[in-house]
């Protein structure tokens, strides 16, 4: 363990201890585990999108809502449909190639989201599940 001092903001303290009071617990309990959520573990992050999800801790809302709610575009996901969907012979080098580049590109976007809409939750200081549906 380390210690760390620090200053906040009066109103950011106020909100730690409005928390630590509803949980009945230490405000540097608080506090430590806002930090360990904000800052995720990026050990086993493809090492190209680390600093891109540490970034997005420092996003806006609509930033990170427009993140949340984004999807592939219609054509890559047509193109990796129907490069799953080929059954009757094997797929090319280059199909082969494509597929693994739409693969590696939905599985970033999906961390993205991921990260988008923890972030989100932990901000509004609600469930996940509550924060959605007060968006849709």
Request: proline share 4%; no cysteine.
């Amino acid at each position: 363990m380390a210690t760390l001092t620090f200053e906040i903001s009066d109103s950011l303290l106020k909100r730690a201890h409005e928390a630590a009071q509803a949980l009945d617990r230490p405000v540097e309990d608080i506090l430590v585990g806002a930090l360990s959520v904000s800052l995720p573990d990026i050990h086993d992050v493809p090492a190209s999108m680390r600093s891109e999800l540490l970034e997005m801790t420092f996003f806006d809302e609509e930033s990170l809502w427009q993140i949340a709610k984004g999807e592939m575009t219609s054509a890559e996901q047509s193109e990796l449909q129907a490069l799953l969907d080929v059954e009757q012979r094997p797929l090319v080098l280059q199909e082969q190639v494509r597929l693994q580049e739409l693969r590696e590109s939905y599985g970033k976007a999906m961390l993205r989201k991921a990260r988008a809409y923890a972030l989100l939750s932990l901000r509004s200081g609600q469930p996940l599940l509550a924060v959605l549906e007060a968006t849709d």
